[in-house]
């Protein structure tokens, strides 16, 4: 018969007279397993180190609209009693916004350096509109000075590293919208780095799609000796004298071989994934350290992508964080993200659509599927990182935030 312990649980009489370390082990099991059954039955409370949310939104004020190309639009917003918008060039900020009484978030890299004075409190987000895009459209058309926006951040790492002395010679390779924290990251390195030399290869289709066309030809003449930018078009107009194709890696290899960028040059590629490829193999080409290669990958939704296929019954997922573990429920057909939120764990996301990394958790044990395509990288699955936002447990599974 089993009889009652100290604390209220319950005993078998055997356990109670086992060596110290087989009770041990029976405690342990006991109590992660009585975890596990308590998450699968949803009784689990949060823990302490998931009570606050470290990604609060707050809320700012379009201060003014500048339209970029026919679909693209930069918004400078502000934050409405003057506290400083505090990021790193090449960082991005989420916006929430409502449609259609749902609260949609998309993740938009920052256009312009942090000002200062009184323009600290500026942040500028250049978006992009994407064909059935519900939060690019409504940037691009619905906005109105004076109107307010839900941010969250800055995130992410995609900045130039920190170092003594600071990288002096930095290569950016974007393609269409990616050249938007490259933008960012180009106009702060001049500003501060005044014998630093930037060199930008930048692919559109067309001219017209070009983003920042004449803010590059005014950052070229006022940095004249320290700043180059090619431009390459898949579809160039007649008079066009510049770079035509793709950004391949034999294009990219051809362009790094007339820059000659010296031994310590870092090199940062925004666009969408093949191009990301084609880069990365054209620098290891080259033997560039991958320490001195940053990307950021640009997914969008797709329509035609095939959600992953989920299981039948809830699956109980043990997360971690600092030492604290506490196990969540999660139901066919909800991510590990809308099932930690919905236990009251305050999990880090952002885009919940698998485009920014925010969310990211490292799979301890088991298995999680993920919807593709995604933003992480080969390296960051290969240490054995997952999305929450799009990931769905394959039976038990334990992961830990980073
Ligand atoms: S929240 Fe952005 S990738 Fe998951």
């Known amino acids: 018969m089993p009889s009652r312990e100290r604390g209220g649980g319950v005993v078998p009489w055997v356990m109670r007279i086992a060596p110290r370390s087989l ?6 099991v006991r109590r992660d397993m009585g975890m596990l059954l308590g998450g699968l039955l949803g009784r689990n409370r949060p823990s302490p180190p998931f009570a606050a949310s470290p990604l609060a939104p707050r809320t700012l004020r379009v201060d003014a609209i500048r339209r970029e190309t026919a679909d693209v639009v930069t918004l400078v917003l502000r934050d409405p009693v003057g506290r400083a918008i505090k990021f790193s060039p090449g960082q991005y900020f989420t916006v929430l916004v409502s449609v259609g009484g749902e609260t949609v978030r998309r993740a938009y890299s920052a256009s312009m350096p942090q000002g200062e004075g009184e323009h600290a409190a500026l942040l500028a987000l250049t978006i992009k509109r994407i064909p059935a895009g519900r939060v690019s459209n409504f940037l691009n058309d619905n906005l109105r000075v004076g109107d307010t926006l839900e941010v969250i951040g800055p995130q992410g790492n995609f900045v130039v590293p920190r170092l003594a002395p600071p990288p002096q010679e930095l290569v950016l390779v974007a393609g269409g919208c990616g050249i938007t924290p490259l933008m960012c990251i180009a106009r702060a390195h001049l500003r501060n780095e005044l014998n630093a030399r930037v060199s930008l290869i930048y692919g559109n289709r067309r001219r017209e799609d070009i983003i920042f066309h004449q803010a590059l030809i005014d950052l070229q003449r006022d940095h004249e000796h320290q700043l180059a930018v090619i431009h390459v078009l898949g579809e ?3 008079a066009w004298n510049g770079r035509v194709g793709i950004l391949d890696r034999h294009r990219v290899a051809q362009e790094l071989d007339t820059l000659n960028p010296s031994p310590g040059t870092h090199y940062f590629a925004c666009g969408p994934v093949p191009m990301l490829v084609e880069v990365r193999a054209a620098l290891a080409a080259r033997g560039v350290p991958e320490t001195h290669v940053h990307e950021e990958r640009f997914v969008r939704p797709s329509p035609l992508a095939q959600p992953t296929p989920c299981a039948g019954t809830p699956q109980a997922v ?9 196990v969540i429920r999660v139901k066919p057909g909800q991510s590990i993200l809308e099932a930690g939120l919905e ?7 952002s885009c919940t659509m698998g485009g920014c990394g925010a969310c990211k958790l490292r799979v ?6 993920m919807d593709e395509p995604n933003c992480l990288s080969p390296a960051e699955r290969a240490d054995g ?5 799009v990931g769905r447990p394959r039976g038990l599974v334990t992961l830990e935030i980073p």
């Open 343 to 349: 236990s009251g764990l305050a999990m880090p996301f």
């Open 318 to 326: 043990t997360i971690r964080r600092g030492g604290v573990s506490q």
């Open 364 to 369: 301890v044990d088991g298995q999680v599927d």
């Open 236 to 238: 160039p107009p007649a």
């Open 385 to 389: 990182f997952v999305l929450a936002c």
């Open 23 to 28: 009770s041990r082990r029976y405690e342990t």
